[in-house]
């Protein structure tokens, strides 16, 4: 699949090429202006694909505090900032959305800019819409990146 000039990130449906990681943080910084609080993004892919890397542009263009790094561990992490806070969460070892209201974080959701790898089929229900964005890896180093928004479905 080839991506052929300025790729339309307002577009409905969006596919981009993400040669190297700078170009995922990129692609982050841009979504980030088109983000808001209460906005739900749904990060999918292999292991090593981007997630934390786009994750982390989106906390450059949030302006937010603190190393956007893989919250494996900790589950989820709050990052606050100029603009609005941003909630990373690492879905993988997350039952469901149940769990994520568990985590009980010191931010309502509706006021953070909420972005969760590992979250197809997990996390939809927790707003009315959101923006799945699925991460390929290719045989080189590049990352191939589709952008959807989505109406919650149940
Ligand atoms: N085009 C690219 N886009 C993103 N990452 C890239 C790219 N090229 C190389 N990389 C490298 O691939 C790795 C991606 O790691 P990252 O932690 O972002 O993936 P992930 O999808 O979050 O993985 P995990 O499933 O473990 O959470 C980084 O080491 C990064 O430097
Ligand atoms: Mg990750």
Redesign the pocket.
């Known amino acids: 699949m080839t991506t052929a000039g300025p790729v339309d990130l307002d577009a409905d449906d969006w596919t981009i090429e993400?040669?190297?990681?700078a170009?995922?943080e990129r692609l982050g910084a841009a979504l980030a202006e088109r983000l808001e609080a209460g906005d739900l993004v749904v990060?999918s892919?292999?292991?090593?694909?981007?997630?934390?890397?786009?994750a982390r542009g989106i906390g450059a263009g949030l302006q937010v505090d603190g190393p956007v790094t893989?919250p494996?561990f900790v589950i989820a992490r709050v990052h606050r900032g100029q603009r609005v806070p941003l909630v990373h969460v690492?879905a993988?070892r997350l039952g469901g959305v149940e769990d994520l209201d568990a985590l009980d974080l010191d931010t309502d959701l509706a006021d953070a800019v909420v972005v969760v790898?590992?979250g197809e089929g997990l996390v939809e229900r927790l707003a009315d819409q959101h923006l799945l964005v699925r991460?390929e890896r290719r045989d080189d180093?590049?990352?191939i990146a589709n952008g959807r928004w989505r109406e919650r479905t149940a």
């Open positions: 993400l040669p190297t990681v170009d995922t990060l892919g292999p292991l090593g694909a981007g997630k934390t890397a786009l893989s494996t690492d993988y790898e590992w991460l180093e590049s990352r």
